[in-house]
């Protein structure tokens, strides 16, 4: 007769065979198999519904970005340099028709 509290040999025995070695590997190995397409999956719909369209967005509004300020620094050249650039032209063309 068992005592209160005690675990059979059977719940033993079932105990030491599920938690064994060869069959942790087992049940790892077989969950990790059938895990493994729809995780992949998962991870595929993930980037190409939220990564990739952030990313494409950033790379365009930073693009955007160094477009503007390429463009404002080359009007401040231009606008620098025709001062100058213009005066030096008339100088050459009036010394060139005296």
């Given amino acids: 007769m068992l005592q209160q509290g005690m675990p059979s040999r059977h719940t033993v025995y079932t105990y030491?065979?599920?938690?064994?070695?060869?069959t942790v590997e087992a049940l790892g190995a077989a969950a990790g198999s059938?895990?493994?397409a729809p995780i992949q999956a998962a991870y595929?719909?993930?980037f190409q519904n939220?990564?990739?369209p952030a990313f494409e967005r950033s790379c365009?509004?930073?693009y955007s970005q160094v477009t503007d300020t390429f463009q404002r620094g080359t009007k401040d050249c231009e606008f620098?340099?025709?001062g100058p650039?213009?005066?030096w032209i008339v100088c050459?063309?009036?010394l060139t028709i005296d």
């Fill in 92 to 94: 050459c063309l009036h």
């Fill in 60 to 62: 365009q509004a930073m």
């Fill in 44 to 46: 595929r719909e993930a």
């Fill in 80 to 82: 620098k340099f025709s």
């Fill in 34 to 36: 059938a895990l493994q």
């Fill in 50 to 52: 939220l990564v990739i």
């Fill in 16 to 22: 030491d065979v599920f938690f064994s070695q060869p």
């Fill in 85 to 87: 650039l213009v005066s």
